[in-house]
Antibody, heavy 115, light 110 residues
Framework: EAQLVESGGGLVQPGGSLKLSCVASGFTFSGSAMHWVRQASGKGLEWVGRIRSKPNNYATAYAASVTGRFTISRDDSKNTAFLQMNSLKTEDTAVYYC??????WGQGTTVTVSS | QSALTQPASVSGSPGQSITISCTGTSSDVGGYNYVSWYQQHPGKAPKLMIYEVSNRPSGVSYRFSGSKSGNTASLTISGLLAEDEADYYCGSYTSSSILVFGGGTKLTVL
């Protein structure tokens, strides 16, 4: 069964940093683009960014709201994707999901930015 | 990239059919057959219900169907059940191979 498991969420002060991890199993991780999607409490889904596979040069793209602050990377040898979040703002508070952009989603990890 | 446009809410009685629309542009919904629909129950992760406009993943009920005309995609749920009550999101790939979502539609089964 294909599965994604996120970790690394928590409480951080405004201006701080946090790194989320997403471990994949049950599907060919190295051949898949990986996306991060977030959802603030009571709000809709917001695409955060993605990293493509090695044949696509690990190309990344980000939503305008996080460009310059967030960085997505991956380690195919560990079937893991990462979301490095810097200069965090209160409006970044949300549940963060990783997904293959299609049918496989993690359970989400909660990030709270507050003083 | 602007979000796709969905109605905020729809409702229907058990056994009825409902349709949720998702309007984008020629750069996303209208330009590619990569529209997906997700169901999300409270506190749960989104679940893929339709992919590539009209395809159902294994295990998804035949009561769920998708279509597209121009820049607008639609999700139809027939034979409504109480368990269908949830939030529904459309999503589309764009010309830059990024994802854009609709604002979500709350389905109430009366």
């Amino acid at each position: 069964e294909a599965q994604l498991v996120e970790s690394g969420g928590g409480l951080v002060q405004p201006g701080g940093s946090l790194k989320l991890s997403c471990v994949a199993s049950g599907f060919t991780f190295s051949g898949s683009a990986m996306h991060w999607v977030r959802q603030a409490s009571g709000k809709g889904l917001e695409w955060v960014g993605r990293i493509r596979s090695k044949p696509n040069n690990y190309a990344t793209a980000y939503a305008a709201s996080v460009t310059g602050r967030f960085t997505i990377s991956r380690d195919d040898s560990k079937n893991t994707a990462f979301l490095q979040m810097n200069s965090l703002k209160t409006e970044d508070t949300a549940v963060y999901y990783c997904t293959n952009g299609m049918d496989v989603w993690g359970q989400g990890t909660t990030v709270t930015v507050s003083s | 990239q602007s979000a796709l446009t969905q109605p905020a809410s729809v409702s229907g009685s058990p056994g009825q059919s409902i349709t949720i629309s998702c309007t984008g542009t020629s750069s996303d919904v209208g330009g590619y057959n990569y529209v997906s629909w997700y169901q999300q129950h409270p506190g749960k992760a989104p679940k893929l219900m339709i992919y590539e406009v009209s395809n159902r993943p294994s295990g998804v009920s035949y009561r769920f169907s998708g279509s597209k005309s121009g820049n607008t995609a639609s999700l139809t749920i027939s034979g409504l059940l109480a368990e269908d009550e949830a939030d529904y999101y459309c999503g589309s790939y764009t010309s830059s191979s990024i994802l854009v979502f609709g604002g979500g539609t709350k389905l109430t089964v009366l």
